[in-house]
């Protein structure tokens, strides 16, 4: 949401974005602004459970009756926001969808109670139809749309975005790098074991640069098969890591290695760590699902077919062997990160609030 309010706002536009402090309680009635837009945390309740779900429903609802926005900008048909813009009169609604929810998607990976799962299942179908527009990260959540029922002249592909800051220059290191950037929902852990053995038994010295955290102690996992099977002292695990230190780390890098499992979550997803890693300038290997073709074709990146793990070891190797087509893989990464600049993306939210039937002036409020 961020940088995409940054750059309507740069564009002339009132943005301001209204969220409850779920994750981040102490940020309860709190008013920030970062760069021009207005961020407003509703008040923590005092209160747990289903009296804490109504208070951050009825909480948004007041706060954005506060606002009288010209047009509502929902991001994700889900929880809280769903249900409080169900009030919000006739004020013009747009409802990004940028995940599956439903069967087949995160309510069968997260342990939400059924009530809520049944919840989110029914606001992902119903909010997309009530919609003046939709807009979508991906094009298998756009093709879901339209199942819905919802026109496609309604429906706007709105991808992930990078952030434009000048990548960091390479940093050489003793070793040849790989960085695996990831919260390991996305992949296949024995998938990646058998992609990193094959490298190490091609080339001992190659490093990899390992950085996030499971949710359910997937790097754990994937250590104890390293040790087991002998190539533990390629990895250097830096566990999680707060964003200001993303761009050091990849820096290190000469490949970025992106296994991912194809699934319908991950056919819709919008994988941001995949425009880090082109806004980094890094060589990319991914398998070839959902956006990863959207970011990566023709030329940005490699991709291989999903669930073949030697295909993802070969690819890299021949990079590492490469330097050649590591610095044309780098220089076509920055050119689809440019692409991806959050400043063109705020062109296509303008045209989806456009079909709302409203007439985009400087003073839209967001």
Known sequence: ??????????????????????????????????????????????????????????????????????????????????????????VPLVVDCDDWEGPGGWNDLLPYPRPAKLLFAWQERDLPRRADAVTVVSHTLETLVWAMGVPPQR??????????????????????????????????????????????????????????????????????????????????????????????????????????SDTLINRARGMAKLVELLAAGLPIVASDVGTARDYLAPDAGILVPPGNPNALAAAVINLLDDATARTKLRTAALAAAHRLRWDNLALIAETAYRQTGLSIKSNAMV
């Open 155 to 260: 429906v706007f592909y709105l991808p992930n975005g990078a952030v434009p800051n000048e990548p960091l220059p390479p940093r050489p290191t003793e070793r040849p790098t790989i960085v695996l950037y990831t919260r390991f929902w996305e992949l296949d852990v024995a998938e990646v074991a058998t992609v990193l053995a094959t490298i190490h038994h091609a080339r001992p010295t190659a490093r990899l640069l390992l950085i996030g955290k499971g949710e359910r102690g997937e790097e754990q996992r994937l250590l104890a098969q390293a040790a087991a099977e002998g190539w533990l002292t390629m990895v250097d695990y830096r566990g999680w890591q707060e964003p200001t230190a993303i761009p050091s780390l990849l820096a290190e890098a000469d490949v970025a290695l992106a296994p991912i």
């Open 1 to 90: 949401m961020l940088p995409l309010a940054q750059a309507l706002h740069r564009r002339g536009h009132a943005v301001t974005i209204v969220a409850p402090p779920v994750h981040n309680p102490t940020d309860g009635g709190t008013h920030r602004s970062y760069d021009g837009v207005i961020v407003i945390h509703t008040a923590t309740p005092p209160l747990s459970g289903l009296p804490a779900a109504l208070w951050h429903t009825i909480a948004l609802w007041q706060q954005t009756r506060r606002l009288r926005p010209d047009v509502i900008h929902l991001f994700k048909p889900k929880g809280f926001g769903g249900l409080a813009v169900l009030a919000r009169g006739r």
